[in-house]
């Protein structure tokens, strides 16, 4: 039954890929296409929608932090347009042996464009918090959690944060932006965290590749211990650089594989953990996207190394 249920959700995320990415490609794709029916026949790169155009940010947005998972505070030019709503719902599943579904968890997030240049949302899912799919703080358990506390849920709700996405630059193939803001790690005990990071991203054609460095530092509760990255019953600080490579097959459809390097500050040389994500992003139409990726968030670490932890992330994303 395992072995079927995780046929079924690999074949789910790569049929679904990285939707700020896969909304710019689209939509300039199409672009391109009606430039060459007014134009002068063929048309040159120019026309259609080349490396120059393709995922300049003011008109389409883009995700937040996690850039496989469809995140919507940022895409080149990473922040959304002036007045523009950026909504994406994820479903976190735990496909662990003998832990299937214990827990799962559904997990907003909402994201508001200030002005053309900053982006501020409501973040729950673990994507958008720390750029990992799955990996770094709970990988599971995000938002709402209903699952019980028998099954995995520390609480049925007990994690939320407000961050911003400030544009640096961006000339159409590179852009950066700096990302932070205020996590409640947990609510029940309240270990708040500031969160200080910055998006970069560089396209090639079809090719885009991201990273996402932040870093969370605890300011309350910061009794605790770091067990296989992840804080344990404290609040301290925690490093994360997730790396994203994507890869356009269509106008509508990309596919991507996603690591890094995830640990806490104190004993980073003990508890360092490197995950390991494969997903895919589907564009419906030019406001909506699902996508999803199966990830391995203890694939490889100083402490634990496996590739029994399993999760599976799916997610809609919906941006006006």
């Given at each position: ?11 789910a ?7 700020g990415y ?8 199409e672009?391109?296409e009606?430039?060459?029916?007014e ?71 909402v ?9 501020v ?30 099954n995995g ?13 400030f544009?640096l ?20 005990p ?36 770091a ?17 994203l ?29 490197i995950p390991?994500s ?23 670490g100083s ?5 029994d932890a ?11």
């Amino acid at each position: 039954m395992l072995n079927r249920l995780l046929r079924y959700g690999l074949a789910a995320c790569l049929i679904s890929a990285v939707a700020g990415y896969g909304v710019a490609y689209a939509d300039h794709h199409e672009e391109g296409e009606e430039e060459e029916g007014e134009g002068e026949g063929m048309g040159g790169e120019e026309e259609m929608g080349g490396e120059g155009e393709m995922g300049g940010e003011g008109e389409m947005g883009g995700e937040a932090g996690g850039d496989m998972a469809a995140g919507s505070g940022a895409m080149p030019g990473l922040t959304l347009g002036a007045g523009k709503i950026s909504v994406d719902a994820y479903l976190e599943i735990n496909l662990t042996s003998d832990n299937v579904f214990k827990p799962f968890s559904i997990a907003p997030d909402v994201w508001y464009g200030v002005n053309d240049k900053l982006t501020v949302g409501l973040v729950h899912s673990g994507a958008n918090r720390t750029g990992f799919v799955a990996g770094g703080f709970a990988a599971v358990g995000n938002g709402i959690c209903p699952a019980g506390e028998d099954n995995g849920c520390a609480k049925v709700y007990n994690n939320a944060g407000v961050n911003g996405i400030f544009s640096l630059s961006d000339d159409g193939k590179m852009a950066l932006a700096a990302n932070g803001g205020l996590y409640a790690n947990t609510i029940d005990p309240f270990a708040l965290a500031l969160k200080l990071g910055v998006d970069w991203r560089y396209l090639m054609g079809k090719i885009m590749i991201s990273a996402n460095p932040n870093l969370f530092i605890g300011l309350t509760e910061r009794d605790g211990a770091a067990v296989g990255g992840v804080v344990i019953g404290g609040n301290k600080e925690q490093l994360n650089i997730p790396v994203l490579a994507m890869f356009m097959a269509s106008p509508k459809l990309g596919v991507g594989v996603q690591t890094g390097l995830t640990a806490p500050l104190d004993g980073f040389g003990d508890a360092f953990l490197i995950p390991l994500s494969f997903g895919a992003h589907l564009m419906l139409n030019e406001s909506m996207g699902v996508g999803g990726a199966f990830s391995f968030p203890l694939a490889l670490g100083s402490d634990i190394s496996t590739f029994d932890a399993r999760v599976l992330t799916v997610w809609f994303n919906w941006r006006n």
